[in-house]
């Protein structure tokens, strides 16, 4: 992950090859260098993938992983099986983990490519977002940029105080 508090940022354009594989930008080289190479992909939103150090994702999830399924043992749950059922579909197939290659090269496994809506050849949007890596398809970045950027100032000044 990245130094403490080191945050990973910036905004490149990046062509996904015939083999689906991406090579992240090597500005992001200094900030995200995952131990062994190991990290996970996810799904955030339709047209967003998200790329973290292994170790920090599964610190977060575990812990909250292992919340529901104290509460599961303590039969605290029964009465919410379909959300629980509905956890699980969406935990089974949110994620997986994955290998960095040679020149920061990330794979984009069958399922999550088809989630990004992108083909050999497609350009995507590679962005810095604070803690993690995000793989946008790019009109749904352009969309969600446009939304969101005029609220710049009022996070900033949310997050800062």
């Known amino acids: 992950m990245s130094g403490a508090g080191e945050f990973i940022v910036g905004e490149y354009s990046r062509k996904i090859d015939e083999r689906y594989r991406l090579t992240l930008p090597s500005e992001f080289e200094s900030v995200f260098k995952p131990d062994s190479g ?3 992909i996810a799904k955030e939103r339709p047209g967003c993938l998200s790329l973290w150090d292994e170790e920090t994702w ?8 292992n919340l529901v399924q104290t509460k599961l043992r303590l039969g ?3 009465q919410k099986m379909p959300e629980l059922q509905r956890f699980g579909r969406i935990l089974s197939t949110r994620h997986r983990e994955l290998q960095l290659a040679g020149r920061s090269r990330v794979l984009l496994p069958e399922g999550f490519r088809e989630f990004l809506a992108v083909e050999p050849g497609n350009d995507v949007m590679v ?4 803690v993690c890596i995000e793989i946008w398809h790019p009109q749904k970045w352009i969309n969600y940029l446009e939304g969101e950027i005029s609220e710049f100032r009022t996070l900033l000044d949310t997050l800062s105080h």
């Open 38 to 40: 190991k990290c996970v």
């Open 58 to 65: 599964k610190a977060k999830l575990d812990e909250r992983v």
């Open 127 to 130: 962005i810095g977002a604070a």
């Open 76 to 78: 605290d749950l029964e």
